[in-house]
């Protein structure tokens, strides 16, 4: 278990994993569920209890390692014949950082709806603001939560650049959040190719041609982290697809590794587009290099 039997077929193809698991499937739902409603009610004791006396990006802190510590990273961590682990070499946060004192922006490949919680579970205790899609934050529960938590919602337009665009004038909303969030000591993980690998077929087969075997990495949270003062933490992630590929919501048995790089500062690149490539390249290997090992140990 692990990656697939053609890991690097862009686009992917659902033959080339291993077969769905209902009791996979049906367990991770569960837990996923329950930790959402868990969550949930946990912020609302804590956010009419001690968070009385905390400033609002404070309780947004508590209320995110809340939902992160009690539903993200269980569904990684507690669903049956799957295993997340991390490599030994993988960077060790601080304890400011972990704190909630000195902000990081962690950025991450992404290849399947099961890499926030797979990223949630290898990252832990380091808490962070996640950027996801707007109707995420519509779900009951798990949505709620997404919201006490302070993580950020990228508002698409399914009208512009294919469903790639977001709604005019949302964006410099959610930089100046994402900023409001760093200078407060509250770190932020994007998956800055904006969407799965394999979930628009045209952008995929792009990504199978550049060495990376990525997509393109958007720059204007660079850019926000750069002013900022906020280094980059690039992790490189494989093997979430072949527990949850693209276009099915059926789950699989495996095994996800993690690799957590040191960190980059974007003042030792020319510019945003210099230091978003650079970012792009050390995530790129280390997945290439992740891919080659979870392919050695099948």
């Not at 959402?36 to 004791?45: G, H, M």
């Not at 650049?161 to 770190?187: E, I, M, P, R, Y």
């Not at 095994?255 to 020319?270: C, E, F, K, L, Q």
Request: charged fraction near 20%; charge should be positive; aromatic fraction near 10%.
């Amino acid at each position: 278990m692990g990656a697939p039997k053609n890991a690097l077929a862009f686009p992917p193809k659902l033959e080339d994993y291993d077969p769905p698991s209902k009791i996979t499937t049906a367990c991770l739902l569960v837990v996923a569920v329950s930790g959402w409603v868990v969550t949930w009610c946990a912020q609302i004791i804590f956010s009419c209890t001690v968070g009385l006396t905390m400033s609002k990006k404070r309780k947004q802190y508590w209320n995110g390692y809340l939902f992160r510590l009690l539903s993200a990273a269980p569904v990684a961590r507690l669903t049956p014949g799957i295993k997340v682990e991390k490599t030994k070499d993988s960077y060790e946060f601080t304890p400011d950082q972990i704190n909630g004192k000195s902000a990081v922006m962690v950025v991450c490949n992404h290849r399947s709806d099961f890499d926030p919680f797979a990223l949630a579970a290898a990252i832990l205790p380091l808490e962070t603001k996640y950027v996801a899609k707007s109707d995420l934050f519509k779900v009951p529960f798990g949505g709620w939560a997404m919201q006490r938590a302070g993580d950020l919602a990228v508002r698409f337009d399914p009208k512009r650049a294919g469903g790639w665009g977001t709604v005019k004038g949302s964006t410099g909303q959610l930089l100046a959040d994402a900023a409001a969030h760093f200078q407060a000591g509250n770190s932020i993980a994007i998956f800055p190719e904006g969407n799965r690998l394999g979930a628009y077929v045209d952008k995929t087969i792009e990504a199978g041609k550049h060495p990376t075997k990525l997509m393109p990495f958007k720059p204007p949270f660079f850019d926000c982290a750069r002013k900022n003062g906020v280094p980059v933490v690039c992790v490189s992630m494989a093997g979430t697809d072949a527990v949850w590929p693209v276009k099915t919501l059926s789950m699989r048995p495996g095994r996800v590794t993690v690799h957590i790089h040191a960190p980059i500062n974007g003042a030792d690149y020319a510019d945003d587009q210099a230091f978003c490539d650079a970012a792009r390249e050390i995530v790129g290997k280390g997945y290439l290099d992740l891919i080659d090992s979870l392919g050695k140990t099948n």
